[in-house]
């Protein structure tokens, strides 16, 4: 065959459509504004208990940690000498706990929890570190509409912030 | 003759080899040809990797390159740094797939082979964790434990841009989530700006195909930009129009500054060099001339130079560069000097092609406060004693 | 639901980790963080060394790095092609030194911590076994079958300039003869201008120190030259004012032409390219563009060229060369090409930066006859039949 | 201390002299010249006992080759269409056999002769090869003297020998 170098390439047979019941299947990621959340909802009481059963053996029977980072605590100490950063204290979304133990958690079998148990524990997170009611409902716009305490005190990357010096001599004295 | 005293006889099995005699491995036939795969020398114990320090859970944590017994600037593929959040999964190549999806005109799953099929380039960059190391005490005593989770290699993969066209991009497309296969499914939010300039999908490590470790049989491959973010075990590919603000860039890799507030999307992996030779553990045996030898690299370029002081950093002079000096991968540097047998610190300070110098740790902690943990980049000084035994210069 | 049917299991098995399902890999913890020294996933079983074919006595013998499993330039470590004549030494480095005697004012014998202790340099090149591969029939079935015989890594050793100016090297000095340590202890004799030239003293091999079937603990590399002179596993630097006419430089590495006469002192290994996707047992599965992608390289310095025909060699196009080409080490090239379900053949022909441009075997053997046997740069046809199916064009 | 950019470079401690014992133990390096031929001598007689118990196995009994090559024939093929390149029909210098079985055979003991032994088969090849008579007595200075058939036919690589053109299109009319 003759070489067109004008010619446009011609890949069209690599890949498969993905169809909407596949990216279904995988796609499990949750925004900041509660898009990617399923349907169902969930209870703090019943996180509680998913928490004890799934979570508490890692994460401590008073979220305090252990083989797992704890959960709980740490609320106004980031700008102290010793800041504490938790999903309470340091986390800006809460969507993001949603979507982290969703796909995550427990660490041993990850993405066996159900929707209902996703948003409980979910829930029970939060209403452990102040942030709702402990008799809160949790779904898909509720969960969306929780602001985190710390969720303002972000702003993007602004470095490069030392301005060292390409010095050849007598360095130590300035 | 061999005498009974174990001592004697083994300086004499040692003297057996030693010239004039011949030794035993030059009149003998050695293994035979045509290992299908072969492995180091067992003589050579002390390059391996190691669990960072003080890590003990094996399925979310690191391992550290030995960068005190390399050379030059490509890591041999056994020896790359590790950062794992659920152990390294073993995963079949035929039944792995790839699945690019969202703001496309044609959503798409692609099979390895397919993958491979497109258009490819093969690049050498270094991979560098963010947390390499932490700001805070202790520090390490070798430079595989001050500085280990870096890493480089050629790697071979399809651009982004290619997948991205051939899918067909929205113009409301401005991120790219990126999730992993592993047992963790780590996400991690790319801007499209970065997608569609150096970013790959890379299936090759140094000639051959990625290693468990590395996330085979595909990766996301960021160059310069934090290696979290190089996602392994790559399996999809969410085109957005917002950023995730997944776990690892909200609670991790996010940098916490003096007054409670933190950076986020902080990417690049800015200049920054470390000797490699002589460094913590190393010891000089003799009084003359030295060669200090090291690795530099910076996330925005090439390296434009390295200078060493051997005075505790009040003189420096420049390093000679190993050539061709390549944008965004290790760089070897060289230099020598004259050790009398006192003892000195000596360091390595870096410049890239923006104009950027090295800072030392001060400047890092005045700038950012003490507890913000990723992107230490500081100028690592390595002290040498009178006895000529080398170990952190910085207590 | 799972039938009996194998088939119908094994097939729902594979499903059971394609999308909508999430693998099993994705729902559990994988393996641990840190072995010391990893290994390739026990999935690529076809990226292994293989015994040159035909051969079946494994100490002098030669295995094949596998070019077509390959990506880039970089050979990884363990794929590294082989050439013995006594089988792979196990040297402890403790007890292995090199002797440099002869036209020098001080002879001296060195332990491996002393050549270590040198300035060093890293660069990037091939290396190539002259006979690879011979002229005559049969033809390879591989790209590692036909071309095997090559490798390339990043070396770092010390300039044997620098030992041989550490030694003193007096005037009527013409030439070394280099000695290996093995079972072989194999000698050949190296011009006095290469030796004071690019000729190193090289320790480590991508990084890590050089592999036993490489060398270990030292090797002689003498960069661009066929690679029986970079002796392995060296011991003995021998400096004198006549060549040694050892065996391997008489007997074998002696090129015989038609008239009977034969060339000694070939040396260089001249510019040569190999495709190496598709090559031989690859099989297209689809019509449309594919990309070639291959090697090539110059014992003269840069590649400045790679062309390919898609026709047999009628008409040429050039392509891609992967950035930064490297003087004596090998370049990969890429092309893209419409493949449209006809038998055709494919090849690539090199141009260095001397302007010698690959012959055609037919202008090998036109110069030398058939049985010179080595320094067979050929360019390589492969033929693409209409099944998709890549086979050696040359038969 | 201060880095002298002009400043000599020490390396002085690297490097332990070599005795002229060690050197001797080690250099078996033979040249066409005789350099480096140790004293003593050798016979085909003792030759030929040599070769029958260390070498026949490989060799075989007439010479003709089985697991090593060949070490007898194929004088005045160089030119034809099939050339047969052994020690006696190809090697331009005899002392190239001493240098080589001295450092290489037996195949599985190297370094294991006598230099006695080493004379004495290397006469018996070159007797059986008929360059030298059967009643050959060889040292260093016989050795050195012998002139092999082939010795003259080797000349310094003279490559480039091809001119391929970089040609683009209709080349395979050319
Ligand atoms: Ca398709
Ligand atoms: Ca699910
Ligand atoms: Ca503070
Ligand atoms: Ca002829
Ligand atoms: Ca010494
Ligand atoms: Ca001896
Ligand atoms: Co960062
Ligand atoms: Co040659």
Redesign the pocket.
Known sequence: SVIHAQQAHDFKGLGSPAGHEQIAGWNIDVFPDGTGLPDGQGTVALGEKVYKTQCMSCHGVNLEGGLGPKLVGGQGSLASDKPVKTIGSYWPYATTIFDYVRRSMPFQSPQSLSNEDVYSVTAYLLSKNNIVPADTTLDAKSLAAVKMPNRDNFYV?DRPDTKNERCMADCLKK | ALAADPTKEAAADAAANLPPNVPKWTRSLGSPTASPYGKPSAFEKKAIRNMYPGLKEPMSAYSTSPLQELDGTITPNGLFYERHHAGVPQIDPAEHRLMLHGLVERPLVFTMDEIRQFPCVSPIYFLEC?GNPSFLPPYGKTAAEVAGLVSCAQWTGVPLKTLLEHAGLKKEAKWIVAEGADGAAMTRSIPIEKCLDDVLVVYSQNGERLRPEQGYPIRLFVPGF?GNMSIKWLRRLHVTDQPGYTREETGK???LMADGRA?K???VMECKSLITQPSGTHKLTRKGTHEIRGIAWSGHGKITAVDISTDGGNTWKAATLQEPVISKALTAFRFLFDWNGEEQVIMSRAVDETGYVQPTLDQLIEARGKVSF??NNAIQPWKIATTGEVTNGRV
């Open positions: 990357d | 963010s934090e890799y996010t940098d950076r999307f902080s990417f990723y992107h």
